[in-house]
Structures are given as C-alpha cells and as structure tokens.
C-alpha cells in the first residue's frame, strides 16, 4: 500500500507562484514514477508533469518553462514548483503514484485558485 498526501495549494494572484508538495508513505520502493494531475471544474484530469525513480521530468506543453518537477527521496517527497501562474492553471491538484503489481495510488488533491 502506498499512501499519498497532497498540500501547498491555496489562492494567488495571476503571475505569482506556489510549491505543491507530495509526501509518499508505505511500500514507496514500488513507485515507478510520481505524476502530477490537475482538473479543472467541468473538465478532464490533465496530466501537468512526471518524474521517474533516476529523475527524468516531463511536462505537459502548457506548464513548460513555468512549472518544475523535482524529488527529494531523503523525504520521500515530490515538489511541484509552480511560477507565472495564470488563471488557467486553477484546478484541484493530484499526485500519483504508479507502481508494476498494484496499479496507481492517488492523493486527496489540493486546490489552487489563480485570481486575475
């Protein structure tokens, strides 16, 4: 079982910016990658951004050169740093855990709301 638990999110102003954080408790050795998801109301979970076990990122094409993935194993934790932040970006915030023999884990999610 792996646990997964979102926070960081919260209300800012359009251009500012936020770190999500994502701290993985349980059997974390069997993470393969940790992934960032966002949904927007009345729209589809989009993915945002994924870093593998030897810390290889890749970002969705409206997050790029704004948005960074990174790892701290130390602390089992997963950022999301989150820069020039635009209205658009307002969503529920999920992290996920994809693992080989028991599926994927997700977190509660963490809001963050972009005001013009």
């Known amino acids: 079982q792996v646990q997964l638990v979102e926070s960081g999110g919260g209300l800012v102003q359009a251009g500012g910016s936020l770190r999500l954080s994502c701290v993985a408790s349980?059997?974390?050795?069997?993470?393969?990658?940790i992934q960032w998801y966002r949904q927007a109301p009345g729209k589809k979970r989009e993915l945002v951004a994924t870093i593998t076990p030897g810390a290889a990122t890749n970002y969705a094409d409206s997050v790029k050169g704004r948005f960074t993935i990174s790892r701290d194993n130390a602390k089992n934790t997963v950022y999301l740093q989150m820069n020039s932040l635009k209205p658009e970006d307002t969503a529920v915030y999920y992290c996920s855990g994809a693992t080989t023999l028991s599926g994927t884990y997700w977190g509660q999610g963490t809001q963050v709301t972009v005001s013009s």
């Open positions: 349980g059997t974390i050795f069997s993470i393969n990658v």
